[in-house]
């Protein structure tokens, strides 16, 4: 008997076609043979996916025009389980033992865990002995962790599967020769024979199986089945690329009450082309027909033995894509193709609803395609999808699709790593991995999985996660909240506490402190099963562990609970807390969660899930080399040429599949193509599939094509495009007299002078910066301590230095560095230089109080100036002012930043000594006599590097002297405050910048990178 194969074309509604003539017996010969409702469950319908299975039914029941209805068992292949065998042959009573007999499959984490735990195995202990540890070109392997040997676990067992898939059985690897390969493959081909050896046992201590050897056991049993059944069964959709299924598909097309039907069968190429398909070159594996071919051949027809179920759709492009996918061997036949003028009809017609997009890059793209989705969304009844192998670029046309509130269904799911309680549930994770690290806590403590209090969380990270990370672990964080409120008490009692009181911790209230306490302490009791092991651990006792951690938090979900218990079924791998965090992220990773709204005509769909399905437009996305078709990726452990020798798939197979799955796209009757002109920064090659369809259309129906794709690129570009550019303008705030700022210290003069919106915005807007977070060490912070240890030394030292000076200023060092305990990263970097620092200040001090009188120590000092009908006061707190052995003054300044220049000094854009000597001539210092003169003027930079210290004298030229310098700053503050004091004049952005686009810590509030590149930037900038 002939076997029974049809096809469908790829223009024509797959399903809708194949339910029609299976409805009208064109399938199965005297099927249905009445209109009892009972007659259509006598059926066996297989198709390629799940979701083909779902749209199959309910195109049933749109063919049949009723709501309910007793439809065909409709099973995915490769979805065959023995309860489907159990129920098919319950009527009979000829149930199938050895079918029952089939033990289950280790799969997923049970499979990976234990293949890891070899590798890690081979590579710590067996691999090392054989290859010779002395020997001077050893090289250790790279499973030396569980996660690296998790990623390799899981690329051998889709090696596993192949091999099993593919029928090659673990003998053949002794054909290999090691000596034709690179000494690596020989290393590979070692662990693998040691795989083959320990694998089985590990299977057969469980009674279990690998999951593609026991899918093929059920399609061998279903054959079987059906080889002595007799009722209609037809297998479709599916291009028989496994050879378990092949042998399924060509049992049902023998048999007499059977039939398959084949997707989109070229029937186009000619004779001599389609021998070329069936060749054993590797371009013959890239055209999307082999698989087809290669099934053919096998059950044992010719090509022009099948017949189509349906015609061609009156878009239809069979020809068109025939042409443009035609083999390698046989181009040579588009020379013929300008003169045929049936392919010009042909091509015209094809043409006529395709669009080719050209986008700049990946985000045009998504935003094109986006737009071409929502044109079909708003068309009443009409549907439309994007499918595309880039995941990547599904997510971003989803997320665009969002701002017009588009329902969408994305078949392919989201992975349950990336959703909330994922993301929840990882951070939990990386907060014990990390030692509760400010910038992991605060994402967790933030999520709003979590339900933490926010205004404790708030306290929190300003009091101590803001600027140098704490302590290690929860006892950390209360041991630093503990100290920063030890200061905030001492400084409001009016005690040296080491902070300045421009600190923003300051403003922290004492509910707020007690609030972050409650939450430290919330989250030592919640935290504890994790943070408090230590050591390598079983798997499963870590992941019980963050299950226990996760339910205590209120993160735990139903999806969440089924993957911790597969992690603690699983066989036991012993891993780190460092370990366990990325290990968890990879074996939640595969779990993918779908969830659709009901009402979405826009889908989105990889290669897979687009099979068969049907809709008004469909756009092709991220053709491009490497995405489609995808780029060949190299096997971890055999090589090509050990692949070819065993028999497994080559690369080029891959891009075969995806060849035919972009030629059954085309038979949409609206098709959209798209590529990125650049991915990543890289230029891109647009994909062969679209090279070949370009050089088969010809340069002036493709430049249609293009300009029909042009019209959404230049749609999504309208949308971000305003209708008239206004520049920014820098701001300019001008605040009445009354909110202007009556007194400031001779450093923010600085700030007036050359950036006067930093005074708008810290004195009148009040705005005090906040730290980074987990910041390095705190420039502020340590230059506190190292102030105040010399400040206090000095104090204590009015006289000359006593022998142990060193010792002092250390002593004195360790208690104002004390605040640092709780940041161990920044006492560490900072400590030894310090220590520098005393070394060489002791001996600098030495030496300036040989030639000084007196010594003034953190001297306060203030002078009034008038402002308007008020008075401002010039306020300052001198480091160190001198008075020297002839009666003058020399006034020094501690850095331990970079001192300003000579040059700046000289512009009277850093006047702080020169101001602070007009205060002293003025008599504004307590007990310095008005009217002194100034003779030196001295900064003095303390860097603890290779250069501890360094004196930096300030020069003037032209003969000029601190005594007149400072009068002439006093002079040029006078007027500029007078300028101030009119509530006119604004308070500029970047007046007299030191750097053209930035200044300071207000730069982002005055927006400056949107005006300074703009125009914005006005005659008085720089001035």
Not at 128 to 157: C, E, H, S
Not at 514 to 540: C, D, F, H, V, W
Request: contains cysteine; hydrophobic residues 45%; proline residues 7%.
């Amino acid at each position: 008997m002939k076997p029974n194969v049809f096809t469908i074309p790829a223009s024509a509604p797959f399903l809708k076609a194949l339910i029609d003539a299976l409805l009208d017996g064109r399938l199965v010969k005297s099927y249905p043979a009445s209109r009892d409702p009972l007659e259509l469950a006598r059926a066996t319908l297989y198709l390629p996916t799940q979701r083909a299975c779902r749209v199959a039914r309910d195109v049933f029941l749109e063919e049949l025009g009723s709501g309910a209805a007793i439809l065909p068992r409709i099973v995915p292949l490769g979805g065959i389980d023995e309860d489907d065998i159990a129920f098919a042959e319950a009527a009979r009573a000829e149930l199938p033992e050895q079918a029952l007999a089939i033990p289950e499959a280790m799969g997923g984490l049970s499979r990976l865990m234990p293949l890891s735990a070899l590798i890690l195995t081979w590579a710590r202990t067996i691999a090392p002995k054989q290859r010779g540890q002395q020997d001077p070109g050893y090289v250790p392997l790279v499973a030396n962790n569980p996660v690296t040997a998790f990623r390799l676990a899981q690329d051998l067992a889709r090696l596993m599967d192949d091999m099993t898939t593919r029928q090659v059985p673990w003998d053949a690897l002794d054909d290999l020769v090691p000596d034709e390969h690179d000494r690596y493959w020989d290393l590979t081909l070692g662990f693998l024979k040691f795989i083959r050896a320990e694998w089985p046992k590990i299977l057969t201590s469980g009674n279990m199986i690998e999951p593609a050897e026991r899918r093929d056991l059920l399609i061998k049993a279903e054959t079987e089945r059906l080889a002595s059944s007799g009722d209609p069964i037809i297998a479709a959709g599916s291009t028989g690329s496994i050879p378990a299924t092949a042998t399924l598909l060509a049992t049902i097309a023998k048999l007499p009450h059977g039939a398959v039907v084949l997707p989109g069968l070229d029937t186009d190429l000619d004779d001599k082309s389609w021998e070329a398909i069936l060749s054993e070159s590797d371009a013959a594996h890239g055209h999307p027909q082999f698989a087809l071919a290669s099934l053919i051949k096998r059950i044992g027809i010719v090509r022009s033995d099948i017949a189509a179920l349906a015609e061609p759709s009156p878009h239809g492009r069979e020809r068109l894509t025939s042409e443009a996918l035609r083999p390698a061997l046989a181009s040579q036949l588009w020379q013929v193709l300008p003169g045929d003028a049936d392919f010009a009809v042909s091509a015209d017609a094809a043409v006529k609803d395709i669009v080719a997009i050209e986008a700049a890059n990946a985000e045009e793209e998504a935003l094109a395609i986006a737009v071409t989705l929502r044109e079909a969304a708003e068309t009443a009844g009409k549907t439309a999808a994007l499918v595309t192998p880039d995941a990547a670029l599904g997510r971003r046309v989803a997320a665009l699709l969002e701002r017009w509130h588009v329902a969408v269904d994305d078949s392919r799911g989201q992975s349950l790593a990336d959703l909330p309680e994922g993301v929840f549930a990882r951070l939990v994770a990386d907060v014990a991995r990390h030692d509760f690290a400010p910038i992991p806590l605060l994402a967790l403590l933030k999520h709003p999985s979590g339900a933490f209090d926010g205004a404790a969380v708030s306290a929190l990270e300003r009091a101590i996660l803001r600027g140098p990370r704490p302590a290690a672990g929860s006892e950390g964080l209360a041991a630093a909240l503990d100290a920063i409120r030890d200061q905030i008490r001492l400084h409001r009692a009016k005690e040296d506490s080491g902070l300045h009181h421009s600190d923003a911790r300051l403003t922290l209230t004492d509910a707020e402190l007690e609030a972050a306490a409650a939450l430290i302490g919330q989250l030592r009791s919640t935290m504890a099963p994790l943070e408090n092991l230590r050591g390598a651990q079983p798997m499963k006792t870590l992941a019980a562990k963050h299950a226990e951690v996760l339910a205590a938090l209120g993160g735990m979900t139903r999806d969440l609970k089924a993957a911790f218990d597969e992690i603690v079924e699983a066989e036991a791998l012993d891993v780190s807390v460092s370990d366990y965090a990325e290990l968890f992220h990879l074996a939640i990773a595969d779990r993918t969660i779908h969830r659709a709204p009901a009402d979405a005509r826009i889908r989105i769909v990889g290669l897979l899930e687009a099979r068969l399905q049907h809709v008004d437009r469909l756009v092709l996305g991220g053709l491009v080399e490497s995405v489609w078709p995808p780029e060949a990726q190299a096997d971890a452990w055999l090589s090509r040429p050990m692949r070819r020798q065993l028999g497994l798939d080559l690369p080029e197979r891959r891009i075969g599949l995806s060849a035919h799955d972009f030629a059954q796209a085309l038979g949409a009757r609206e098709v959209i193509l798209t590529r990125p002109a650049k991915l990543g920064g890289e230029p891109t090659v647009a994909s062969r599939f679209v090279q070949r369809l370009a050089a088969v259309l010809g340069e002036a129906r493709w430049k249609q094509a293009l300009g029909r794709g042009a019209h959404y690129v230049a749609l999504a570009r309208k949308l971000d495009e305003a209708e008239a550019v206004t520049p920014a303008q820098r701001p300019a705030p001008t605040p009445p007299f009354e909110a202007r700022p009556r007194r400031l210290s001779v450093t923010e003069i600085e700030d007036l002078l050359r950036d006067p919106y930093t005074i708008y915005a810290k004195h009148v807007l009040k705005l005090a910066p906040l730290e980074e977070i987990d910041a390095p060490a705190d420039a502020a912070m340590r230059g506190t301590a190292i102030h105040d240890s010399l400040a206090e030394f000095d104090l204590a030292n009015k006289g000359p230095l006593p022998d142990d000076a060193l010792e002092t200023l250390l002593a004195i060092g360790r208690r104002r560095f004390e605040p640092l305990q709780n940041f161990p990263e920044a006492r560490a970097f900072w400590w030894p230089r310090f220590e520098r620092i005393a070394a060489w200040f002791v001996d600098f001090d030495r030496q300036r109080r040989a030639g000084a009188r007196a010594l003034s120590i953190e001297i306060g000092g203030s002078i009034p100036i008038a402002f308007g009908n008020d008075t401002f006061t010039l306020s300052v707190r001198a480091d160190r002012i001198e008075c020297r052995a002839d009666g003058r003054y020399a006034v020094i300044d501690y850095k331990t930043g970079a001192p300003p220049t000579n040059p700046q000094v000289q512009a009277g854009l850093s006047p702080q000594l020169t101001l602070e000597t007009a205060i002293l001539r003025a008599g504004g210092f307590k007990d310095i006599p008005a009217g002194g003169s100034v003779s030196e003027l001295l900064y003095v930079r303390l860097r603890g590097g290779a250069e501890a210290g360094k004196e930096q004298m300030v020069a003037f030229k032209d003969g000029g002297s601190p005594d007149t310098e400072a009068d002439r700053a006093l002079a040029e503050l006078t007027r500029v405050l007078a300028q101030f004091a009119d509530p006119a004049n604004p308070y500029l952005s970047l007046r007299h910048p030191m750097w053209k686009n930035h200044y300071g810590t207000y730069d982002h509030l005055a927006r400056i990178k949107e005006w300074s590149l703009t125009g914005g930037l006005d005659e008085e900038a720089g001035e």
